[in-house]
């Protein structure tokens, strides 16, 4: 774990699984510190996104089996439940803008995929 002392800010990068075992456009869910996080591959690139699994409108951690798309460019992934999609950059809900699940910094280092859960 770093700590900066600028700010005092905790990073805790994890690695969750190599890039190869997320087969691309999909997402799989990842238990971290005792999180629930969705973590998804967007094609056949090293681009990867990171929001919590719970759906806050069916109440359910699903959001990894959720649809990968984009809505004007912006990366998306519809809710497997009722389809409410979720910007995968802010996690903001993009049908209903007073609902939002947190997003996590994610990375790829030697092809291994890294989320921060700090």
């Given at each position: 774990m770093l700590q900066t002392a600028s700010n005092q800010q905790t990073t805790q990068w994890i690695t969750v699984c190599s890039l190869e075992q997320i087969i691309p456009n999909t997402g799989v869910c990842a238990l971290l510190k005792g999180k629930q996080i969705a973590i998804f591959r967007i094609g056949n690139t090293e681009e990867i996104y990171a929001i919590c699994n719970y759906d806050?409108?069916?109440?359910?951690?699903?959001?990894?089996?959720?649809?990968?798309?984009d809505r004007n460019g912006v990366p998306k992934v519809a809710s497997p439940i009722y389809k409410q999609n979720f910007n995968l950059i802010t996690g903001q809900c993009l049908d209903n803008e007073a609902i939002s699940v947190r997003a996590f910094p994610t990375k790829v280092v030697d092809g291994q995929v890294m989320v921060n859960v700090a």
């Open positions: 806050p409108f069916s109440k359910a951690y699903v959001l990894s089996r959720g649809i990968i798309g």
